[in-house]
């Protein structure tokens, strides 16, 4: 697809932690497997200070929630909304600042802070504060620019543990950990150009040192439109690589949605009234455990008619979604599982007999749709209602709205786009200053950016650009760094970083147990040479293995005290003699099998160079 061409347009908000402590108290940033106490609580929508309700506030009430905050060890009154904000963490400032910079953008004269009605249970007090830091920033992709329109400083939601029918678990270790928002204007026009900016943006932050790492720190929201289309905010992309999927799968769904609303125009469909109606009596003897399990349970049949709306349900032909997707999430809000619809039935246990009962009941015509929903009667009757309205709007085209990304690279809808009604000013935090003073000695503080870093690693360690872009994308150059010019070899101190490590982890060990005081040990006892660099991931792994962190016990435990040439050399004697036909039979060829058999027996022993250097002298020896 041509995506230039079709005119897409994306814009990206990256959201990253900050490691400086968390902004509006003194409480630990660490995210905790167990809890203390918990406590309850419900939260309402407000208006703005315009006298205004956010309409995506007044669907999260409708939802009638309640939500049960964990409060773990360094949990405080602030988190629990009991107690003021703090002042603002001024190390969370400055590390807005110098993204700031890095980004060319203008700071503000005086950060305020701000209150964003947020009562989807996130926050404890019911609104999430965030204020402006900078704006007129930029980005540099490849050959073309980003402009960076904001640059914001928030805190981030409690994390979600569980959600059952009417209560949502949070705990509120991640509660308040600073976070910096990078907005950029619709100037991305590709899926792999999103990708592009994202993984520049991450980039220059990880060089600020002043970011948390691992899953969640990071997180995209993806703004997308096409001509026609509408602007849709993909909220909370955790990878990467999914980023352009989720792109491409937003351009299919909208240009779905949009062939969707052509044929409904050229049907003349119009505005349908929420005409619900009962049909129980028709199921009474289903086979449909969806419908069965409902009816037992005391619930109701209810369905409602989508005139000429057939055939625009189901998926088409290539997979992509269309309108029984966003009519079943739009019913999920309800509170209900789901929906059937004509364009999948009969099907699920429903049979043909029982559909055609439901559309002479409906009073349908061929080009006609219905959906149905089997829960308790109020619950479906207040989903239907929202099915017709989603259907009503799919008449105009795409609405624009929030969704949530799925691990698959699809999305589903959440909310509507919140608007400006959701903002109004907070009270109990006060402005902070931003002087010249101020930004002078952030200035005189600025990180090496990647590239020169990259540039400065190949020249001084002799590493490939790759290893050195992996390292600093890996946040382990620092490590790397230290090591390389305490130790020399930094060949050695790469692979074990970006190789011996990652393979360790991958086969199922636990490798937080070496520590950079392990490293330093093991590189000075290889340097001493008391082992051959050949058996590092052996070394490695006994001490996992063993939770023991002693390098000399590991080289005993396996046997691989270095051995002088003259065993190299009767090692090597021995193969040659073993195998004289083979290396007549080969030639020189035959040195990669014998360094195989070689490395077996003297792996950790002795340099692999060395033992390559002797084979060869053997079997030419012997083939002169």
């Given amino acids: 697809m041509d995506y230039r061409t079709l005119g897409l347009k994306v814009g990206i908000e990256i959201h990253q932690q900050l490691s400086t402590g968390k902004l509006f108290c003194e409480c630990d ?4 497997d167990e809890h203390e106490s918990e406590f309850v609580r419900r939260l309402r929508p407000t208006q703005s200070e315009m006298g205004e309700i956010d309409k995506a506030a007044l669907e999260e009430a409708e939802r009638k929630l309640q939500f049960r905050y964990q409060t773990v060890g360094c949990s405080c009154l602030v988190e629990a909304d009991e107690e003021p904000p703090h002042n603002a963490n001024s190390l969370a400032i400055e590390a807005a600042l110098e993204m700031s910079l890095l980004l060319g953008a203008t700071p503000v004269d005086e950060i305020h802070f701000m209150r964003k009605i947020v009562i989807d249970g996130s926050n404890t007090c019911g609104f999430q504060r965030t204020a402006l830091v900078a704006t007129g920033g930029h980005l540099e992709v490849g050959d073309k620019r980003v ?56 980039t220059l932050l990880r060089a600020t040192r002043k970011v948390r790492r691992g899953i969640g720190t990071i997180r995209e929201d993806l703004n997308i439109s096409i001509p026609g289309g509408a602007r849709v905010e993909i909220k909370g992309a955790q990878e990467l690589k999914l980023v352009p ?65 057939a055939g625009t349900l189901a998926k088409t032909d290539e997979g992509v979604t269309r309108l029984g997707s966003e009519l079943a999430a739009h019913a999920r809000v309800a509170g209900v599982k789901g929906l059937f619809h004509s364009d999948e039935l009969p099907g699920y246990g429903v049979t043909e007999a029982e559909v055609e009962e439901l559309r002479e009941r409906l009073d349908l015509e061929s080009d006609d749709a219905f959906a149905i929903i089997a ?26 709205e929030t969704r949530d990304p799925l691990p698959d690279g699809t999305t589903v809808y959440s909310r509507p786009l919140p608007g400006k009604h959701r903002m109004y000013p907070e009270t109990d935090v006060p402005p902070i200053c931003v002087n010249e003073t101020v930004l002078e ?69 636990d490798t937080t147990l070496i520590t950079m005081d392990v490293l330093k040990t093991l590189l000075e006892k290889l340097r001493e040479g008391a082992f051959a660099k050949e058996a590092i991931p052996d070394v490695l792994a006994w001490m996992i293995r063993n939770e023991d962190a002693n390098v000399m016990r590991a080289i005993d435990g396996l046997g691989i005290s270095k051995v002088g040439k003259d065993a190299v050399n009767e090692v090597c ?52």
């Fill in 147 to 202: 402009t960076i329109p904001s640059i914001c400083l928030e805190e981030d939601a409690a994390r979600k543990i569980s959600e059952e029918e009417s209560e949502v678990t949070y705990r509120l270790d991640r509660l308040g950990i600073p976070l910096i928002e990078i907005a950029t204007g619709p100037d991305i026009s590709t899926p792999d150009e999103a990708r592009q900016v994202a993984f520049r943006l991450g």
């Fill in 375 to 400: 829960d308790d009667e109020t619950r479906a009757r207040a989903a239907l209602i929202r099915v017709v309205a989603r259907a009503n709007v799919a008449i105009d085209g795409v609405p624009e």
């Fill in 245 to 309: 999927v989720y792109v491409e799968t937003e351009v299919k769904r909208q240009l779905a949605l949009l062939e969707v609303m052509d044929a409904l125009r050229r049907r003349g469909a119009a505005k349908i009234e929420p005409d619900v109606v009962d049909a129980s009596d028709l199921f009474a003897s289903s086979k449909c455990r969806v419908i069965s399990t409902a009816m037992s349970l005391g619930g109701t049949i209810l369905g409602v008619k989508l005139p000429k709306f």
């Fill in 573 to 624: 004697d021995r193969i040659v003699q073993e195998r004289e036909d083979f290396i007549r039979e080969r030639g020189e060829a035959s040195l990669g099998p014998l360094m195989g058999i070689a490395m077996r027996e003297l792996r950790g022993k002795a340099d692999g160079k060395v033992i390559s250097e002797v084979l060869t002298e053997r079997i030419r020896r012997l083939l002169t």
């Fill in 441 to 509: 000695g952030i200035r005189l503080n600025m990180p090496e950016l990647p590239e020169e870093k990259v540039d400065r690693f190949t020249e001084e360690f002799g590493i490939s650009p790759d290893q050195a872009m992996a390292l600093i994308d890996d946040g382990l150059d620092d490590e790397f760094e230290l090591l390389a010019d305490l130790l020399g070899n930094a060949q050695v101190v790469a692979r074990i970083f970006l190789q011996v490590l990652p393979e360790l982890s991958k086969d199922g060990l």
């Fill in 29 to 32: 940033s660490t995210l905790l």
